[in-house]
């Protein structure tokens, strides 16, 4: 089946550092990726729709300059959290809809702590 | 606009016991609906999903019935076992949208 790769799964950081998160799509093509924050026991909330090939679309409240999204290829987008801050740690999870199949798949989350 | 309300939990069962986890929604038009899980430290997996009125999505012993008259999709499942504890998301896909809009989630814990 479908199968999202999302790298790294955890990553410790220091405030003002910069931190990508890699979501692949393994075995199908995405034009469209999804990049999610969920804080404890809340549910995901949309922070951006990342298109190949195309600036992604950001959710209202999402500084765009702070959670850099780059979807470059039909298997890959990252996220980028640029000049991190003890508020920016969550847990970070992507979503990719197969071209062909059109279902979501979702990767494994990355759990960020900014120190 | 579209939405998602699910019964808050947690939901506390026994093992064997019979679970229903409530879901109705609110859109436009005919949504897909949908029904995730999320075990600890994990993303989401699809756990079912129907796409049209009065289909049945079933998957591992839980179910789901889209029922349009009443507006829900409430998941249902004969008995649970302790490895069903996870927290469950109720999700639905508007015609014409990309996105999912989700439900704030209902954590089960199922003891032994």
């Known amino acids: 089946g479908a199968v999202v790769s999302q790298h790294p799964s955890w990553v410790i950081c220091k405030s003002g550092t910069s931190v990508k998160i890699e979501c692949r799509s393994l075995?199908?093509?995405?034009?469209?990726m999804f990049w999610y924050r969920q804080f404890p026991k809340q549910s995901l909330m949309l922070m951006a729709t990342?298109?190949?090939?195309?600036?992604?679309?950001?959710e209202q409240g999402v500084e765009k300059d702070k959670f850099l999204i780059n979807h470059a290829s039909l298997t890959l987008s990252t996220l980028t959290v640029t000049s991190a801050h003890p508020e920016d740690s969550s847990f970070y999870i992507c979503?990719?809809?197969?071209?062909?199949?059109?279902?979501?798949?979702f990767g494994s989350g990355t759990r960020l702590t900014v120190v | 606009g579209n939405s998602v309300t699910q019964m808050e939990g947690p939901v506390t069962l026994s093992e064997e016991a019979f679970l229903t986890i409530n879901c109705t929604y609110t859109?436009?038009?005919?949504?897909?609906l949908f029904w995730y899980v999320q075990y600890p430290g994990e993303g989401l997996q699809l756990l079912l999903k129907?796409?049209?009125?009065?289909d049945k999505g079933s998957n591992k012993g839980f179910e789901a019935t889209y029922r349009k008259e009443t507006t829900s999709f409430h998941l249902e499942k004969g008995s649970v076992q302790v490895s069903d504890s996870a927290v469950y998301f109720c999700?639905?896909?508007?015609?014409?949208?990309?996105?999912?809009?989700f439900g704030k989630g209902t954590m089960l814990l199922v003891s032994p």
């Open positions: 979503s990719a809809i197969d071209d062909t199949a059109g279902g979501y798949t």
């Open positions: 075995d199908f093509q995405a034009t469209t």
């Open positions: 990342s298109n190949e090939g195309s600036k992604a679309t950001y």
């Open positions: 859109a436009t038009g005919y949504p897909s």
């Open positions: 129907a796409t049209k009125a009065d």
């Open positions: 999700a639905l896909k508007a015609a014409g949208y990309s996105t999912l809009t």
